[in-house]
């Protein structure tokens, strides 16, 4: 079977004050569909630019990233959003949630690039609000959630527009153990129950541990493909 | 409009500050407001004027006296249907601030040729049996107190009377109104008879300070002002004749550059505007780089971030703006009777909306686009990395 | 305090470069604010001053009892024989009495780029006019002869009318007069005005009448002046009234200088209100982006009055640039601008001089320090109740 991601000899370098900082060297990596992979590694081993790459933040300075037997590298700037905005949920460390913007009105944010109508969007943010349990906090503003409860709607915002592919950078960074292992399990089942592929960078080992596979990064380069079975 | 929420929960991310921008705007434009109604005010008299009528001064000055003989010519010459002559009385009522122009005229025939003037019939009856009848505008009886029936005393500072005594007093027989209220500035008048004055004077009998003439219809009026100036060319009292919109526009004109240092004033508004509302928007989108970039990674476009920083700014500008120019149309009805007659035309034409509005749009792209233009090409890496 | 409050204010003003943005929208609002009341009232303050600086204390203007000015006054020859040889007036080395008889009339002249007249006063006068006005000469061409159809031009109606070189003619009456010279007289409202030969307006006029009898008085104390009045009311052939002349000047530009006054204080007042706004806006930023670095001060010890202090002193400080940033462009701008309006209690054109005078810029440096510390104020006291604990916390 053709894997969901395909990265082909990539290389990844920034320049900073004129000379090119090299992130990346030659990677080539596959992620099936289906697969929960924790990208692991000590700072500045490059986990994040890797999955900045395969979210279509950034692109690569060589090499080819393919997701979905798409290519990302032809694609242009506008046409990268698009794509995004069809295949890929994003959820960060720190939530990202708009301050200003109810739970459901940050959750809805995605479906404004669809053509749904606003009822439609209703019930999909509703849906997306349930399955990540917070169904009662939809008119909450983020500052009236806890961290977790926060970053659940990041991750239903990730969830409401039915992505391919589920990116996470450090998703429980900055929460607490308990409530860490609460977002966690919540990712597995969409994971288990919704097919969902997750990218998950962490340098967390426990929070890894609810992974399918682990990767591990340093100093640009692949070092360690750990696999467990489900 | 589903972007609306998005929108409007932008432009609240920081109450205090929308806010001051917004009443800075707004004030802002109810000064540009009540600016445009005072010059609307001032040219209220050119445009309403008639350019069916002529005025015929002297060749010098409209302060050159005339003679009474001129008035059966002027109405002999073909084109001219009505006439009526008018001279400066110049008096003062109490007290020199009371100040409203009183015109000795034949108050019937100065009547006839004003239709936008109404009086009631009885009092019509009234000045045609009472030749030493006066009217006055009903603004002025109202600011004074006068009554029809009412002996107004008038202290002249041209005219004495024979016995070199300034003391005047006039029989108030009728009070007219305009038949449009925002013509009321233009005619805030009183009108005195002419005969009775004409007898009582000390000196300057059978003289008078201009001509009004009615035009026939379809006649060319300039060609018929031409025509009279050429009756008395060769008189010792030769006349300048000009349609009373012209003879308006150059009193007006008398005045100096209004227009100029209203917009003066407005540029320097408006430049003052700009700083702050630039501000606003570039301090607006710096502390939403990482927001922004949520949405870019969201898969919201360069242009999509490029138009709603924009339609923020556009609504600022437009609603504060609205706001600023709606207060003055509140502003201007409590405002006018407080004012002297002359403000008595100042309205908030749909021009002066159009014109404001314009001005805030034209602001608001201005101080939109260069942070709209960062929005556009924000880099999503660089902006999440700033955490 | 005073070293602590010397010590927050110093580290705030070191930090203005890094918002110079925010800062100049108060230092720009502000000059704007202070520049456009500036500016009226200096016109307010030239109008005045030239038709208050016209004549002097000792000099005495008779007219018809019951006329405001002399477009208004008639009198005859009849009353000028009899005034002139009034008590009181001064008498020249030759013992005749300094006074003249003057006509005053208006005629239409174009004001330079209009297309329409104006009304431009024509005094009728002598050649020896400035036996009465010593302050006025001839500084181009010639006077005008005795009997001639002939014009001097002040110097503001040269340079607002238009054809007024010597050489060139103007209407006055009864067809178009020669300008022949150009007259100065300190910048008074005379200086607006074109005289002409008194004897030959009468020809034009065909009436022999004045509208006003100027007289020098003995000299300049008020008990002279009420004689001379006395002297006129006592006369029983004149139903005149007489006025000093500044005095009959300054109550012609009662009206205007009100106008342009009340016009000037209410623009400025609204764009206040706006600069107030703006500059809440900009300290309050001042505040939020520095909570962290108060709340340190705090933290170390310093007291909440030096806090709001230090904010208020810069907000008048950055009020005060724009103080006089605003007064300097106006006096660059507007000092000494020479422009000509219709006097409506004369109904004639006067020329004058925009006048930036030192009170005005007190005036305006004082508005502007006013709206600083309204719009530094409540900021300020923000920045005094900053919770210290929070704000050290959320950095």
Redesign the interface.
């Known amino acids: 079977m053709r894997p969901l991601i395909e990265l082909r000899q990539v290389c990844k370098h920034y320049r900073r004050g004129g000379q090119s900082v090299p992130v990346l060297h030659a990677l080539d990596l596959e992620i099936q569909a289906g697969d929960f992979l924790a990208l692991m590694g000590p700072s500045g081993s490059g986990k994040t630019t890797l999955l900045n790459l395969i979210g279509g933040l950034d692109r690569a300075s060589s090499g080819s990233v393919i997701v979905d037997g798409q290519a990302l590298e032809p694609l242009s700037s506008g046409q990268l959003a698009n794509w995004r905005a069809r295949n890929v949920g994003f959820v960060f460390q720190f939530y990202n949630l708009l301050p200003v913007l109810s739970a459901a009105r940050n959750v809805e944010l995605p479906l404004l690039l669809t053509g749904l109508n606003s009822a439609q969007r209703a019930r999909h943010v509703a849906a997306a609000l349930a399955v990540v349990g917070l169904a009662d906090r939809a008119r909450h503003r983020p500052t009236e959630l806890s961290g977790g409860q926060a970053q659940r709607v990041a991750i239903a915002r990730a969830l409401v527009a039915d992505p391919t592919l589920l990116v996470c950078d450090e998703p429980t960074g900055d929460l607490d153990r308990k409530t860490a292992d609460e977002v966690l399990t919540l990712l597995q089942e969409l994971n288990r129950e919704h097919g969902k592929t997750i990218i998950m960078v962490t340098h967390d080992p426990k929070a890894a541990e609810f992974a399918t596979h682990r990767l591990h990064l340093d100093k640009g380069q692949l070092v360690g493909v750990e696999h467990q079975g489900p | 409009m589903k972007y609306l929420p998005l929108l409007w929960a932008a432009l609240w991310r920081r109450k ?2 929308t806010i ?2 917004g ?2 705007i707004a ?2 434009f ?2 540009f407001g ?2 445009n109604a005072f010059n609307q005010a001032l040219n209220s008299g050119v445009e309403l004027s008639g350019s069916d009528r002529l005025i015929t001064t002297g ?6 006296l005339l003679p009474y003989g001129h008035y059966q010519q002027i109405l002999n010459i073909e084109g001219v249907s009505r006439a009526t002559h008018a001279s400066w009385f ?1 008096g ?1 009522y109490q007290t ?1 601030r009371n ?1 409203f122009p009183q015109f000795v005229t034949d108050v019937q025939t100065y009547l006839a040729l004003y239709p936008e003037l109404v009086l009631p019939a009885e009092q019509r009856e009234a000045l045609r049996l009472n030749r030493s009848g006066a009217v006055v505008a009903r603004t002025l009886a109202d600011r004074f107190g006068w009554s029809v029936g009412d002996r107004v005393p008038i ?4 005219w ?1 009377q024979k016995d ?1 005594g ?1 003391a005047w007093e006039f029989d108030l027989v009728g009070i007219f109104d305009t038949r449009n209220p925002r013509e009321r500035g233009q005619y805030e008048m009183m009108l005195l008879p002419y005969t009775y004055f004409d007898e009582a004077r000390r ?1 300057g009998r059978g003289m008078v300070g201009w001509f009004v003439s009615e035009i026939e219809s379809g006649a060319d009026a300039v060609a018929v002002g031409r025509a009279v100036d050429e009756q008395f060319a060769n008189s ?1 009292f030769p006349t300048r004749s000009q349609t009373e919109k ?1 003879f308006n ?2 009193f007006l ?4 550059d209004i227009g100029f240092i209203i917009s ?2 407005m540029g ?2 408006l ?3 700009l ?2 509302t630039g ?2 928007m ?2 607006s989108v710096r502390e939403r780089i990482p927001e922004l970039a949520v949405l870019k990674t969201l898969g919201f476009a360069g242009h999509q971030l490029l138009a709603l920083v924009l339609a923020e700014s556009v609504t600022l500008c437009l609603l504060s703006a609205a706001i600023g120019i709606g207060l003055t149309g509140l502003l201007i009805p409590l405002l006018v009777p407080h004012l002297p007659g002359g403000f008595a035309g100042m309205t908030l034409g749909p021009q002066a909306w159009l014109q404001g509005l314009g001005i805030a749009s034209g602001l608001a792209l201005l101080v939109g686009v260069p942070p709209a233009l960062r929005a556009q090409r924000l880099d999503i890496v660089q902006a999440l990395g700033g955490h | 305090m005073l070293a602590q409050i010397l010590a927050i204010t110093l580290i705030n003003l070191r930090a203005i470069p890094a918002r110079l ?2 800062s ?2 108060i230092v ?2 502000i ?3 202070v ?2 009341l500036i ?1 009226l009232l200096a016109m307010a303050e030239g109008f005045k001053t030239t038709l208050a600086s016209t004549g002097r204390a000792d000099r005495a203007m008779v007219m ?6 002399e ?2 006054s ?1 009198l005859n020859i009849e009353v000028w024989n009899i005034v002139r040889d009034l008590p009181g007036i001064r008498r020249d080395a030759q013992d005749r009495p300094i006074a003249i008889a003057e006509r005053y ?4 002249v174009r ?1 330079r780029g ?6 431009v006063v024509v005094r009728g006068t002598t050649p020896d006019v400035f036996r009465v006005r010593p302050e006025a000469r001839i500084v181009a061409g010639r006077m005008f002869e005795r009997g001639k159809r002939e014009v001097v031009v002040g110097r503001g109606a040269l340079d607002q009318y238009a054809d007024m070189q010597i050489g060139q003619r103007v ?3 009864d067809g178009a007069w020669l300008i022949v010279g150009v007259f100065e007289s300190g910048g008074d409202v005379h200086e607006s005005e074109l005289w002409v030969d008194v004897t030959a307006l009468h020809q034009a006029l ?1 009436a022999p009448l004045y509208a006003a009898v100027t007289v020098q008085l003995a000299d300049d104390r008020p008990a002279t002046f009420r004689a001379f009045e006395q002297h006129i009311a006592d006369d029983p052939r004149l ?1 005149v009234s007489v006025q000093r002349v500044p005095d009959y000047y300054a109550s012609r530009s009662v ?1 205007l200088e009100k106008f342009i006054t009340v016009l000037g204080y209410s ?1 400025a007042g ?2 206040a ?3 107030v ?2 500059a ?3 300290m ?2 001042a505040v939020s982006t520095r909570s962290l670095e108060i709340a340190t001060l705090r933290a170390i010890g310093f007291r909440a009055t030096p806090v709001v202090i230090s904010v208020l002193a810069e907000a008048v400080l950055l009020a005060f640039i724009g103080a006089s940033l605003g007064s300097a462009m106006a006096y660059v701008i507007f000092n000494g601008y020479t ?4 006097n409506f209690q004369t ?1 004639s ?1 006067v020329a004058f001089a925009f006048r930036v005078t030192p009170q005005l810029l007190v005036e305006g440096v004082g508005l502007a320090c006013l709206i600083g510390l309204l719009g530094g104020l409540f900021p300020a006291l923000r920045a005094a109740r900053l919770p210290v604990a929070e704000a050290l916390r959320s950095a």
Do not use: C, H, W
């Open positions: 205090p500050r001051f921008t009443l800075s004030v802002s109810l000064l009540l600016l060749k010098y000055s409209l302060t050159q110049g003062v020199e100040f202290r002249a500072t041209i004495p070199n300034n000196f010792p012209a526009q150059a004109k008398q005045l100096g003066s004033i320097a508004v430049f003052t505007l700083l702050l501000n606003t570039m301090q | 943005g925010s100049l929208v720009v609002g000059g704007g604010v520049g456009v500016a018809r009892a019951g006329s405001n000015d477009l208004a008639v009339i208006l005629s239409d004001k209009a297309e329409s007249g104006a009304n209407d006055i009456r065909r139903n009206a623009v609204i764009m209100v706006g600069a706004f703006g809440l806006n900009t309050y930023a422009v000509s309006t219709l109904f054109q």
